[in-house]
């Protein structure tokens, strides 16, 4: 008979572990027959910017696994940290007048990091396990402060549609998929949306993307006075729109929010969690669009994924109405977990040593934003757009015209098919081809990556 041990083995090959997976993994946001029908691509190592697949295809990974290997695979540092945590203090919780070093520093070092807005310094951060709990935690901590504040009947949060802010119900609320609403009866009262700042799909006729830029912003202002000024908590968005599509809004968008938010006196929310680290060329996204959020949520990169972690930075003015206002009745058992918080100081090293973020900023995004522009030459590709390192393009059936596919998410997914194949990592989102690769690529890998790319594109066509 088998010792317990034997049985919790590895499966012996990749279709034995295929298996597995579709007896007993529900996987998330997955078609589960699709799945079954072609099983599961195994992944089993990865190194750098490679990762590589059980039936040994080396892939560059142009998505950093979910926005999140911003240092790369198999920095040894990294374990080293988890590892020493582990063996000195695995857990313990932050509950109940207790703490301990790892989260202490962590929420020091992040203060430091994160600039202050109009002289006001991030002093306090809240950590979570993910970005779904720490976008719920900023429903709470929005309401919460505006109880503190006298004006109870501050509960509404604006979003926008086609934004995503997590998984969880209230994070799924937030944001503005609405196939996910459709399955779980959402969103939950007291959250509003207005329309995303998508100029190639809302643009009207001649219309520059400055004006659409200002008039995309105005829809926010539109919206607070049609729910009443009072009523509005905050506004929650992300700096460019991950999931969503990496939708980038026009230069004009954010400093019309900005004064949209000045003037009502409500708070805003930058949700990081994708364009925080280094990804857009600075610490956090909120410095590259110079606006001034009160909270802002983070996660994936803050330990480049190694393991889970996330969070919100408060801006002092909310800090101290909260640190005053007695028990602020909310935590998880994770909340600044000492492994995670060790792991994410030593990856916080390692990129300032590394100056990833002024080296995305100076030159690896310039460079990717000149090599993926290119991409526009190939038939298939109407846009092509990059802001940090980030980057889409548009599918198109008509170039001239920018005509569009009637079946979007078909040609995306027949598209990213043939990435995998040619072997780059990319996500497909309707028509738009996506890209986040890990921040220590060279300008020589990120010529390999476009490569790898107009291949995949060939073979769509
Ligand atoms: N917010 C944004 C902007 C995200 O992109 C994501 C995940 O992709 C989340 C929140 C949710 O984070 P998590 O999946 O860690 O819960």
Redesign the pocket.
Known sequence: MNAPTDRLAPPSSARALQALDSAHFLHPFTDHQALAAKGARVITHAEGIWIWDADGHRILDGMSG??CVNAGYGRRELADAAHRQMLTLPFYNTFFQTTTEPPVRLAARLSELAPPVDGRRFTHVFFTS??????DTNVRLVRRYWDLMGQPQRKVIISRWN??????VA?ASLGGMRAMHEQGDLPIPGIEHIQQPYYWDLRESGETPEAFGVRAARWLEEKILEIGPEKVAAFIA?PV???GGVIIPPATYWPEIQRIVDRYGILLIS?????AFGRLGHWFAYEKFGIKPDLV?F??AVTSGYV?L?GVLVNERVAQVLCAGGEFTHGYTYSGHPVACAVALANLELMEREALPQRVREDTAPYLAQRFAALADHPLVGVAETCGMVAGLILVRDKATLGRFPEEWAVGMTCRAHCFDTGVVMRAVGDRMIIAPPLIMTRADIDTMIDLIWRALDATL
Request: glycine content about 14%.
């Open positions: 979910l926005w993910s970005g779904s709990e720490a976008n934004a995503y802010h997590g998984s969880t994070a992300e729109q991950g999931a949700d990081e969690v994708i364009c949520t996660a994936k889970p996330g």
